[in-house]
């Protein structure tokens, strides 16, 4: 892993040095262009010697970009060699001169004069100016060679740093075969040790495994006598529950049956009117059912479950429940078990139509719980599950023997309650305090 990262930013340094050559080198083709524009537009002096101070001209070619000063350079050369015109030339290199902030200068005798060939300030321009460029070639070799050191001496200090820590690595596995050696004979005088311990810890053993042989057996006796037990137990329980969700069910039916599919709309108008949270639950869930069908999955509960849940939980009236999907482990027998499907496909086609024509809420979202956010989001799949009964008045109190049998019946039939719902299928956590 650590050569992998070294040759990693070796590779990136190497690429660094190479792109800061290439831009150099961009650099440097640059400023040679624009250097032979500067002594095209130059050589063009003397045949405008007699209207153009040579030391505006330097100006101008210290100020234009590399295409002004080629551009203007071929409009002076057309200018000259189209017609020979000097005149035309010299207004150009006047325009030239404008455009950088100058007024042109008239050219006197003795300038005209000393201008026949290379002049002076030319020479000095054309000097200073290679006088710059080496200085500043200098300065980036200067500037490469101390970075070249830079390297070097980091790579030295890296080199050394893992000489070192060679160096550790070689003197931590020493101490550690040293260390193995010396565990290797203490493990040796130990075994012998044990061995004789381990023949006295065995025919101790055979004795003890018969005696457990024999408890064992008596145990899975016991336990298979409490299974038995616990199942008919589980047994009764599960019919108790069908006849308690058959009971619930026949109780919604006759409730259900008078009502007209009107009346359930209007029941479930009123509602949404009183109950805000309800109203504003049933709008964000309006506003996600086009996204849930396109991303509705088989693990994940139809959209129009999470609106029947929200109604049945709300205050429409009693008969919403039966919309919920019953338990898988309570089957009703087939008569009951058809009115039932029946009445949940009417209650679920009147809480579509519902969604679909009323005008709900968008804005109010905070009044949403935490659990309908939870059914509306298809975190919680309610179903029905068995009313709390009433608690009896306290008996009165006897012998302790009978006491503690009381206790642990109770005991006993909480756990198989809390089996029965945790082994539903279709269940799912349950909104605390509320009842079907």
């Keep these: 892993m650590g050569r992998q990262q070294r040759a990693a930013e070796e590779a990136a340094r190497l690429a660094e040095e ?7 080198a961009k650099r440097d083709a640059i400023k040679e262009r624009v250097k032979k524009c500067r002594q095209r537009l130059r050589s063009f002096h003397p045949a405008v010697k007699e209207h153009v101070v040579l030391e505006q001209v330097n100006e101008v070619c210290l100020q234009f970009t590399e295409e002004q000063l080629k551009e203007l350079g071929n409009q002076i050369e057309k200018a000259l060699t189209s017609g020979g015109d000097a005149m035309a030339a010299a ?12 007024a042109p200068m008239k050219v006197s005798e003795d300038a005209t004069s000393t201008t026949s060939g290379p002049t002076d300030s030319q020479e000095d321009a054309q000097t200073t100016e290679e006088r710059r460029e080496s200085e500043r070639r200098q300065a980036e070799k200067d500037q490469e060679k101390a970075e070249e ?4 001496a980091a790579e030295r200090a890296e080199e050394k740093k893992k000489k070192e820590e060679q160096k550790k690595r070689e003197a931590a596995a020493a101490e550690a075969a040293r260390r193995q050696q010396e565990k290797k004979e203490e493990m040796k005088a130990k075994k012998a040790e044990e061995k004789q311990k381990k023949q ?13 042989l024999a408890k064992q057996k008596a145990q899975e006796q016991a336990q298979r006598d409490r299974q038995a037990a616990q199942a008919e137990k589980e047994k009764l329980e599960l019919e108790r529950l069908v006849n308690l969700f058959a009971k619930d069910r026949l109780e919604r039916l006759a409730k259900l049956d008078p009502l007209s599919d009107e009346k359930l709309a209007a029941s479930l108008q009123v509602a949404v009117d009183e109950d805000k949270a309800l109203a504003a639950s049933l709008g964000l869930l309006k506003g996600k059912m ?44 087939n008569a009951l078990r058809n009115r039932v499907k029946k009445a949940r496909n009417r209650l679920r086609d009147v809480v579509g139509s519902f969604l679909h024509s009323c005008n709900l809420p968008n804005n109010e979202n905070g009044a949403v719980t935490d659990w309908q956010r939870d059914v509306v989001n298809g975190l919680l799949v309610p179903t029905w599950s068995p009313a709390q009964e009433p608690s009896e008045p306290p008996s009165k109190p006897g012998p302790e023997k009978k006491k503690k049998k009381e206790k642990e019946t109770d005991e006993d039939l909480d756990r198989i309650l809390a089996e029965f719902e945790d082994s539903s299928p279709g269940k799912t956590k349950k909104k605390p305090g509320k009842k079907k």
């Design 290 to 333: 086009v996204e849930l069908r396109d991303e509705l999955t088989d693990t994940q509960s139809d959209p129009l479950d999470r609106a029947v849940a929200l109604v049945s939980e709300g205050k429409a009236g009693s008969v919403w429940p039966l919309a919920l999907a019953p338990p898988a482990n309570l089957r009703l027998e």
């Design 91 to 102: 207004s150009l290199f006047h325009k030239a001169i404008e455009s950088i902030g100058l």
């Design 149 to 152: 050191r830079a390297r070097l």
């Design 200 to 212: 006295e810890e065995e025919e101790r053993l055979r004795k003890e495994q018969q005696r457990e």
């Design 18 to 24: 190479q792109k800061r050559k290439d831009e150099k």
